[in-house]
């Protein structure tokens, strides 16, 4: 152990002196400490709450800010140490050129995309931007997504012990596309289900957005709320999860209801899915689920997890292009460091 001067020292140079202004005249003694210690980069990062009208709701996510010298093999031990759904890092504070490198890391592995990450990410950017650009464009496995804030009026109530964000981040997803359709019947049996549990108006149906789901419709809440999978691989094979969905809300805001499961290390649920959501409001549009070829809904997700969140769905169709985004608020919880 180095004796050589303070530990206040050492703790300044490590924290300060090195890291966050490496350009500045080094503390006192710090030529020595140089020699002696080994000196570890201090790396920030945010915890938010995504999709969430209040904060301790909706989908966690962590961010790690100025994250370019972690290799990925790094990336993906911290991934797995957060144990969230995704952890992204944010691989330059410059944007090179006006596109910020990001990474998203499940605790298994590495995506090309995904909703939530996308949002909170892009929020995470301008909040500490003094600026406050209205739009933040990020460079993600599948090419560049721009992220738009709106400042809307319709601010939900909240509880004293929430803090509520009133924009909402809007996501322009790369363009879903639909593949094939499912036999209900073996996809009911797999859900615990019944196949009047699901709505037969409307196809089982692959869907992608770089990354492949399921869409299974249902009757409504009551099927929902009775859905298990106990493994995913009879049904996610090559896919990162299943989205159920149904028509009714769990608030009166709501049009949608839905569940998602995927694998991780065993079976788990998303409490919001901004990537699956993309899929399903294409799915929507050509569908007429809702009777249009235009979408402008709002979906639940995670209320069977006590992570009630809302995703804002829309979709503009234009000829045989459709034009899809999803929003949603983000919220702060807390900041913190590690080496």
Known sequence: MCTAEPARNLVFYCRVGVSEFPNA??????ARLRRCCYVRTVHDYLLLDVFAENRLAGNQLAVVLDAGSLTGEHMQAI???????????????????????????????????????????????????????????LKLGVGSVPVEFDTV????????????DSEIAWMRSPTPVLGEKRDPAGVAELLGLQPADLDSRFS???????????????????????????????????????????????????????????????MRE????GSA??????????????????????????????????????????????????GGRVQLFAKGQFQ
């Open 25 to 30: 005249p080094l503390p006192i003694g710090a």
């Open 79 to 137: 991934a797995r140490e957060f144990n969230f759904s995704e952890t992204s890092f944010v691989c330059s504070a410059i944007p090179e050129p006006g596109e910020y490198p990001v990474r998203i890391f499940t605790p298994t592995a590495e995506l090309p995309f995904a909703g939530h990450p996308t949002l909170g990410t892009a929020w995470a950017i301008r909040s500490l931007s003094s600026e406050k650009p209205p739009r933040v464009v």
């Open 153 to 164: 009026t319709d601010s939900v109530p909240v509880e004293s012990d929430t803090v509520t």
């Open 204 to 266: 089982v149906q692959e869907a992608s957005v770089g990354i492949s789901f399921l869409m299974v419709p249902l009757v409504g809440l009551s099927a929902l709320r009775r859905a298990r999978l106990e493994t995913a691989a009879p049904l996610a094979a090559g896919r990162v999860g299943v989205l159920l969905f149904c028509p009714e809300g769990h608030e009166s805001t709501q049009e949608i209801s839905a569940r998602l499961f995927f694998e991780a290390g065993g």
């Open 277 to 326: 959501n993309a899929c399903l409001a294409l799915y929507l549009s050509q569908h007429r689920y809702l009777g249009s070829a235009d979408v402008d809904a709002r979906v639940g997700q995670g209320y069977e997890m006590a992570r009630a969140s809302t995703l804002h769905l829309r979709v503009k169709s234009e000829g045989e292009n459709a034009l899809v985004s999803v």
């Open 270 to 273: 998303d409490p919001a899915t």
